[in-house]
Nanobody, 126 residues
Framework: QVQLVESGGGLVQAGGSLRLSCAAS????????MGWFRQVPGKEREFVAA????????SYEDSVKGRFTISRDNAGNTVYLQMNSLKPEDTAVYYC???????????????????WGQGTQVTVSS
């Protein structure tokens, strides 16, 4: 299992930017597909972005394409989510996720990811 700790959340005005980080410890970080999900109260956890083990392949939820960028530093055991042009509807708790199965890169279901961080709150004011 890999342990995940998110940071970087906060309050930002609409149009602003934030960069989330997720530090991983435990088994070899480069062996995991990494993902970001988000959740608002009363709604199911929603896929945001994912990145392959090498960092070459990425996928995004349609509403964040062109605004968010996922990246990873395998030497530093960290995955990032750069969020630009933030909108009030991006307000949520953001979670980092990891899974050893390379096939989850094509999945947008939170249930396919086995390891999770504790989440970090992102609030975008209008």
């Amino acid at each position: 299992q890999v342990q995940l700790v998110e940071s970087g959340g906060g309050l930002v005005q609409a149009g602003g930017s934030l960069r989330l980080s997720c530090a991983a410890s435990g088994r070899a970080f480069s062996s995991y597909v990494m993902g970001w999900f988000r959740q608002v109260p009363g709604k199911e956890r929603e896929f945001v972005a994912a990145i392959s083990r090498s960092g070459i392949m990425t996928s995004y939820e349609d509403s964040v394409k062109g605004r968010f960028t996922i990246s990873r530093d395998n030497a530093g055991n960290t995955v990032y989510l750069q969020m630009n042009s933030l909108k009030p509807e991006d307000t949520a708790v953001y979670y980092c996720a990891a899974d050893f199965n390379p096939g989850v890169l094509g999945s947008r279901s939170w249930a396919d990811f086995k390891s999770w961080g504790q989440g970090t709150q992102v609030t975008v004011s209008s």
